[in-house]
């Protein structure tokens, strides 16, 4: 069998480009995720928007699907739907010729959805392909609301950590290495790191373990990684207990009045 010559992400947006430009419906084009923090490597993938009429979003899609086979048959199509964005509908795409690591995440945002994703310190800057319309609202951050949302968070965390933990020691108590490690990582761990980037990063205290190596200081990051890394059930309850430690400490000075 013949191999194909494979094809980047360069190609990709510069057939979608073509393709979707011309769409009276379709108003603009743009990529986010690692590009919109400088981050982008061989392995990111490609984060696409595109903004349309409300009523074209199925029009949209079949658009977006004919411009990807213009550069490469479909491999996968992993349909969404609807989010729980209102107006926001999402599909991923991986392409035969291209890396498995370029994989599709595509968004159609409508006109009325209330979140565009364009916030930049949520988001990341928008890297424009097309864009029609001179103004796109870009929504100011609500560091007011941020701030409120992050402080019933913090509440919350604890209660999450006080009443959850035990789920850790019951499964140490029978030996249950599996359950015993996966409580751990989702209660104990999962609670720590959002602590963590509630200090560090606010904006992005729901991201969990996303970006968690460009946006957590290097000796955190390496802290953390010895909790993740765990041998056996005694290394399980020595780092169970450590990591509750660490977030004992950081919820009291995340509490602190002032």
């Known amino acids: 069998?013949?191999?194909?010559?494979?094809?980047?992400?360069?190609?990709?947006?510069?057939?979608?480009?073509?393709?979707?430009?011309?769409?009276?419906?379709?108003?603009?084009?743009?990529?986010?995720?690692?590009?919109?923090?400088?981050?982008?490597?061989?392995?990111?993938?490609l984060d696409l928007y595109l903004l349309v009429d409300d009523d074209r979003v199925g029009d949209a899609f079949a658009?977006?699907?004919?411009?990807?086979?213009?550069?490469?048959?479909?491999?996968?199509?992993?349909?969404?739907?609807?989010?729980?964005?209102?107006?926001?509908?999402?599909?991923?795409?991986?392409?035969?010729d291209t890396s498995e690591f370029l994989l599709l995440d595509f968004a159609v945002v409508t006109m009325g959805a209330p979140d565009k994703?364009?916030?930049?310190?949520?988001?990341?800057?928008?890297?424009?392909?097309?864009?029609?319309?001179?103004?796109?609202?870009?929504?100011?951050?609500?560091?007011?609301?941020?701030?409120?949302?992050?402080?019933?968070r913090v509440a919350r965390l604890r209660l999450r950590m006080d009443v959850f933990h035990v789920f850790v020691q019951k499964e140490v108590n029978r030996r249950h290495m599996?359950?015993?490690?996966?409580?751990?990582?989702?209660?104990?761990?999962?609670?720590?790191?959002?602590l963590l980037r509630i200090k560090h990063n606010p904006v992005h205290h729901e991201f969990q373990t996303r970006y968690l190596y460009s946006e957590l200081p290097s000796d955190v990051v390496g802290r953390l990684e010895g909790l993740f890394l765990v041998a056996?059930?005694?290394?399980?309850?020595?780092?169970y207990a450590s990591a509750r430690s660490w977030f004992d400490e950081l919820h009291a000075e995340l509490s602190a009045p002032g």
């Open 232 to 239: 056996d059930m005694d290394d399980l309850v020595r780092k």
């Open 1 to 45: 069998m013949a191999a194909h010559a494979p094809i980047g992400r360069d190609e990709v947006l510069e057939s979608l480009t073509e393709s979707l430009r011309p769409l009276p419906y379709a108003h603009a084009l743009w990529e986010g995720g690692a590009i919109g923090y400088g981050r982008l490597d061989e392995w990111s993938d």
């Open 117 to 152: 994703f364009l916030e930049p310190m949520m988001h990341g800057e928008p890297h424009f392909l097309f864009r029609k319309l001179a103004e796109i609202e870009v929504p100011p951050l609500d560091t007011a609301a941020l701030g409120e949302r992050v402080r019933k």
């Open 178 to 194: 599996i359950e015993a490690v996966d409580a751990y990582r989702i209660v104990v761990l999962g609670s720590l790191i959002e």
């Open 63 to 96: 658009a977006i699907e004919r411009a990807l086979e213009a550069a490469s048959p479909i491999a996968i199509k992993y349909d969404i739907g609807q989010t729980p964005h209102e107006g926001v509908h999402q599909a991923f795409y991986r392409l035969r």
